[in-house]
């Protein structure tokens, strides 16, 4: 008894599964959420002081301000809630977005080096679906798992230049690097019937970027600083395949400081980033959309505690983040306060800052995150 | 720090944020079978873990024989030094009943032969013969209610005595006498609850009864076969096969269901399985026992394609489930056989190393008469065996 050759195919049923990110929050589409390169005290002032603070990276000349070597480490979760129709979820995501050291060589040179979170696309997903698997009646519900850890960092060697208060001017190499790594589980219920499956995949980023800032203070009330980096190639691979090229997004930024008022700095800040650069970074379609980042705070001398005088710190801020949900932006409000304190003579220095972010699509998901701050300053 | 433990988790919202990521689901059915056939299971007699005793009218008739060659010479009575067996009293062989396999109503008479025989160790022609008047030993009959799971089956100690005497082996073949259907199924040797045989040496009730073992001293050089002969079914009438154009599973004598597909390498080697499914008909067996339960087992063939024929390649497998399909003989109609543990495996192995063929046996082989059927690839393309496999092609994970 014996048969044929196979031929026939009988039946093919084809169920539609997109490839999109699974990332489950406003803030996680595309390639992840922009951290921003800002140090605690400059979160704390809605980003105002960020281009006239050594340790903040969004320009290289504020690190000619530092007056002596530092080592800044800054740690950051973010506690999010997402709400949608069909429910909620709420999330813990710990960061150390900065860190960044700190060398004054001589009177007019500060060498800097730091390392920044550009974009965090980690996060994990379980989705239930329904499948036919098997005869046309045979619906099974999958249980589909997708982790995603990781995130795209910024290393920046810098340069400044200072030859008095008024002015200083800096220079950076940016290297972007990082990889995320990513994990997909496919569940059925019954392993009699079914092989559940699991799939990895490492895909790393590498890109080049170089930027340049100018801070000028015309008198001791005011000052002023711009800065702004090019980005070249971002190419994106798995193994030894390149599986994507973009541009590294331009940016730029332009500050203004007030300290007309003894003991308390009004500063704002607008930055512009390229982001739609990215755009081709996505097997999917995600949108990437340019964005505006506008912030403002006040930073003021407060009380004397235990022999420390403390700062005080507050801000508001408003962005759209990178990219966006069904086409359409998503929009970022931010309100902060913050504090600094010395520590061991002036040694060390603590920076808290609490960012209560309000995230929105234009849709009736709503996102809600607050972000600690805590930064850490250590001069040897 | 207390945020140090993160939680990522955002299912919550995921009817709204999370698109399905995985892959499109292809379910196709295919006619992938390239050989299919019935061939006889070839574990040797005796191997099976019960012993069957049957006796069904003209549809079956099986026999028990029960090899007892090493025979005790002397005992040790109580406060004594041993001395020459002389006398033989209560002998009787123990029996572990399989209680759910008793079939018939009726009282039932089992006879003892000696079948004890210098032919071929193997012939069951000789050993059916030697079920006559002048190789009877003893006879014992029970009621339905005293076949409880231990059964004292007592046998003539006069024959137990001549062959300990004689220093002759005592092989006996029990058969089922009933006015109606009998069918039992007692526990093998090769089932850890053998038969043993007792008898007491002495009057003395203080001296313990001896105790016999099944042993069996030929086939002399095969030791295994010698095992497997300790007791062993002897089939003196079974229902008849099935067609040559029909696939069987399980019967008299026992036999498998040897099928080896044709699977495109694409699905195997760079798709990911999900299920697997190998589509039958059953047709109906009307004979024996129709609606009782058969279990069905899928295993894969480990044979490689130096073993051409499917008869020998059909008894090299390896388990891929512990998973079987209730079945019934009288049954009719499409019938799914689950086989996606077996891609897993061939996934492993190419084609050349492992050829893509499993079997279908019954888990009861041997030790059961029913027997389930399928239409083969020689019947109408409708009901042809096929296979239907669901996989999805490997997602590019990486960029969002």
């Known amino acids: ?380 | 720090m207390l945020s140090c433990s993160e939680n990522l988790d955002s299912s919550g919202v995921c009817a709204v944020l999370c698109p399905p990521i995985g892959g499109d689901v292809q379910n196709i059915t295919i006619d992938a079978v390239v050989v299919d056939t019935t061939v006889p299971s070839l574990s040797g007699l005796g191997t099976e873990p019960g012993l069957l005793l049957a006796s069904r009218g003209d549809s079956l008739d099986t026999r028990v024989v029960i090899r007892f060659d090493s025979l005790p010479a002397t005992f040790i009575p109580v406060g004594d030094t041993a001395r020459p067996i002389a006398s033989v009293d209560s002998a009787y062989i123990q029996l572990r009943l399989d209680t759910t396999t008793i079939k018939g109503a009726d009282p039932v008479t089992i006879e003892a032969y000696d079948v004890d025989t210098t032919a071929n160790d193997t012939s069951i022609a000789a050993v059916l013969a030697l079920f006559r008047p002048d190789r009877f030993i003893s006879s014992q009959t029970f009621a339905r209610a005293e076949l409880t799971d231990t059964l004292k089956y007592f046998i003539s100690n006069a024959a137990v005595l001549a062959r300990i005497q004689s220093r002759a082996p005592l092989r006996v073949g029990l058969r089922a006498v009933s006015v109606g259907s009998s069918q039992m199924r007692f526990i093998s040797t090769e089932g850890a609850f053998g038969p043993v045989m007792f008898f007491r040496a002495t009057p003395d009730t203080t001296t313990k009864p001896l105790t016999v073992v099944p042993f069996s001293k030929t086939p002399v050089g095969e030791s295994i076969l010698a095992a497997n002969l300790t007791d062993y079914t002897v089939i003196a009438k079974a229902p008849p096969p099935a067609a040559p154009s029909v696939l069987s599973v399980g019967g008299l004598p026992a036999r498998r269901v040897y099928i080896l597909f044709n699977i495109p390498s694409n699905i195997i080697d760079s798709a990911t399985i999900i299920r697997a499914t190998l589509l039958l008909n059953q047709l109906p067996n009307t004979g024996l026992d129709a609606t009782d339960t058969v279990a069905l087992l899928p295993q894969v063939v480990l044979a490689g394609r130096a073993v051409t024929d499917p008869a020998k390649a059909a008894q090299i497998i390896g388990a891929i489930s512990v998973d079987t399909l209730k079945l019934k003989p009288g049954d009719s109609g499409p019938t799914n056989v689950e086989l996606a543990r077996a891609f897993t495996l061939w996934h492993t192995q190419k084609p050349d190393t492992l050829p893509r063929a499993i079997i279908l046996k019954s888990v009861s082989e041997g030790n059961s008469p029913l027997e389930l059927r399928f239409s083969s690839s020689e019947d109408i393309a409708a009901l042809r065996p096929r296979l239907r496999i669901s996989f999805t092609s490997k997602v590019p994970l990486g960029l969002p």
């Open chain 1, 1 to 380: 008894m014996r048969k044929s050759f196979f031929a026939a195919i009988g039946l093919v049923t084809l169920s539609f599964a997109s490839r999109g990110g699974a990332q489950g929050a406003l803030s996680l589409q595309g390639l992840g959420y922009p951290a921003g390169g800002l140090s605690a005290r400059a979160e704390g002032t809605g980003g105002g002081v960020a281009d006239f603070d050594a340790l903040s990276a969004t320009t290289p000349a504020a690190l000619a301000g530092v007056g002596s070597p530092a080592l800044f480490v800054q740690y950051s979760p973010e506690f999010r809630r997402v709400t949608t129709a069909s429910g909620t979820a709420t999330t813990t995501t710990a960061r150390f977005p900065l860190i960044i050291g700190v060398l004054p060589m001589g009177q007019s040179w500060t060498l800097g080096l730091s390392s920044s979170t550009f974009l965090d696309r980690s996060s994990e997903t379980t989705l239930d679906r329904l499948q036919v698997v098997g005869a046309p009646t045979d619906t099974v519900t999958v249980t589909e798992q997708n982790k995603v850890l990781g995130a795209i960092d910024d290393f920046r060697l810098a340069l400044a230049w200072s030859a008095s208060p008024g002015f200083r001017i800096g220079v950076g190499g940016h290297a972007f690097a990082g990889s995320n790594r990513i994990t997909l589980t496919q569940l059925f219920p019954d392993s009699a019937k079914f092989i559940s499956s699991a799939q990895a995949g490492r895909i790393s980023y590498a890109g080049f970027a170089a930027s340049l800032g100018i801070e000028y203070h015309p008198s001791r009330v005011i000052g002023f600083a711009i800065s702004g980096r090019k980005g070249g190639d971002l190419r994106a691979q798995s193994g030894d395949t390149a599986i994507g090229k973009a541009r590294l997004p331009d940016h730029y930024s332009g500050s203004v400081t007030f300290e007309g008022i003894p003991g308390v700095i009004v500063s704002a800040r607008a930055a512009h980033d390229n982001w739609n650069s990215l755009s081709s970074l996505s097997s999917s379609g995600v949108q990437a959309f340019d964005s505006w980042d506008i912030g403002a705070g006040v930073e003021a001398t407060g009380p004397r505690i235990m022999q420390r005088i403390i700062t005080v710190r507050a801000g508001a801020r408003f962005r759209t983040l990178p990219f966006g949900l069904n086409g359409e932006k998503v929009s970022e409000r931010t309100f902060a306060a913050g504090f600094g304190a010395p520590l061991t003579r002036e040694r060390a220095s603590l920076d808290v800052a609490i960012q209560r972010a309000a995230r929105s699509a234009g849709s009736d998901v709503k996102e809600r995150g607050f972000i600690l701050s805590i930064g850490l300053r250590v001069s040897p």
